[in-house]
């Protein structure tokens, strides 16, 4: 996760997260990514049913019923192991986590407990008599995909109106004073509404954007020849970071990130130096401490089945499941292998990555996508967009 306009625009400081030690427990939300300790963020996908079809889901949702789903009892184990662990993040993903029965009273355990709880959901359920109940809860945000402008979205999600029912949906929260923000994956079938994501986001004062490059899991394996080339990546980041500082010069203070692509940091970094920034040696040092990525050691994944997972795309490997063993003893388990590795992948890391001047603060980026693409997961992410010169072995 790179923030853009954190990290451009300077609305935060190497100082910030310093003041707090970087700790995960003491760090508010937006610093959390600045974290020294890495408690593991976790998203639990709490069911696999979706009333949507979307092309790129990681979980091969559908709308219908599946069995095997953890039960209240279950979850409610799993919040208390998480809150003790000190992890500071759960996330409510699915399918679509609304069709969860018992989701606000397992939000709400969680947020007891001193977790931020947070949603990831396309929206469309997002009642208005919904959105009030999140908000006694207590959540801290809720992330809302949008995946393109009106006739984008509907055909990428598979049903007509899913648009016009999410932004009611992020109306509902607005008025309800819950924090939300647009998940947007980006790809050659979406990003040439980029522009027009960016014009929502002022139109309806939208607090957040998240734009995510596109992992080769689930469906989104489906994907990996409509996903962007080096050279069209390299122009998308441009769009985002000029649009970003567009609002930031003109006081618009919408928070923007890309995320799932740690190449973006040493992009963005290399961009201010050509630029002259005075601040590129701060921003590296923020890129330094947010370490690149996380699998497997600062963002965790547990199934609707209980299996526990690197992260969210990871599901064709299971490191145990918390319905035997809670997440905890899991997660800290270094006893299989890959799980070891994946605590100190830098040291595994092959290829033009190994050699990379910028691998402490990328961490050889998505090991998900190397291994879709090669077969070798300690290969080199094929996204990575960064020239042999600018990483210094050219």
């Not at 018992?102 to 977790?115: E, S, V």
Request: proline fraction near 3%; include cysteine.
């Amino acid at each position: 996760m790179i923030g853009i306009s954190k990290l451009y625009c300077g609305t935060v400081e190497a100082s910030d997260p310093l003041r707090y030690g970087r700790h995960s427990g003491k760090l508010p939300s937006h610093l959390l990514q600045f974290s020294e300790d890495k408690k593991p963020v976790v998203v639990w996908n709490v069911g696999q049913r979706c009333n949507l079809k979307c092309v790129h889901c990681y979980s091969h949702s559908q709308n219908r019923g599946y069995t095997g789903e953890m039960s209240s009892e279950e979850g409610r184990a799993l919040i208390q192991d998480l809150a003790r662990f000190g992890s500071p993040v759960i996330l409510f993903s699915g399918g679509e986590p609304l069709l969860r029965k018992d989701l606000c009273d397992l939000a709400q355990l969680a947020t007891d407990l001193g977790m931020r709880a947070v949603i990831s959901t396309n929206g469309t359920l997002l009642t208005a008599g919904m959105a009030r109940k999140l908000k006694r809860i207590g959540l801290s945000y809720v992330g809302v995909s949008l995946d393109g402008m009106e006739e984008t979205n509907d055909r990428f999600r598979g049903v007509k109106g899913a648009f016009q029912a999410a932004l009611q949906g992020i109306g509902n929260c607005q008025e309800a004073g819950i924090k939300v923000g647009l998940r947007f994956t980006i790809n050659r079938r979406n990003a040439q509404d980029i522009p027009g994501i960016f014009d929502l986001l002022e139109r309806e004062n939208i607090p957040r954007v998240c734009f995510y490059h596109l992992v080769y899991a689930g469906r989104g394996s489906e994907l990996i020849r409509e996903d962007l080339d080096h050279g069209e990546t390299r122009k998308v980041v441009d769009l985002i970071i000029d649009r970003t500082r567009d609002l930031h010069d003109r006081n618009k203070k919408m928070e923007v990130l890309t995320v799932d692509n740690h190449a973006d940091g040493p992009y963005l970094y290399l961009r201010m130096m050509r630029e002259g920034s005075p601040r590129s040696a701060e921003v590296m040092e923020l890129l330094r401490m947010n370490e690149g990525n996380s699998s497997g050691v600062g963002i965790g994944c547990v199934s609707w089945d209980g299996s526990v997972h690197a992260d969210q795309f990871w599901r064709h490997y299971s490191f145990g499941n918390v319905r035997q063993r809670p997440f905890s003893q899991v997660w800290m388990d270094v006893s299989n292998p890959l799980m070891a590795r994946l605590k100190e992948k830098k040291k595994h890391i092959t290829g033009r990555c190994a050699s990379c001047r910028f691998l402490d603060v990328c961490a050889g980026n998505f090991r998900v996508r190397a291994e879709a693409v090669t077969g070798d997961l300690w290969a080199p992410d094929p996204a990575c967009y960064l020239t042999d010169e600018e990483i210094g072995i050219g």
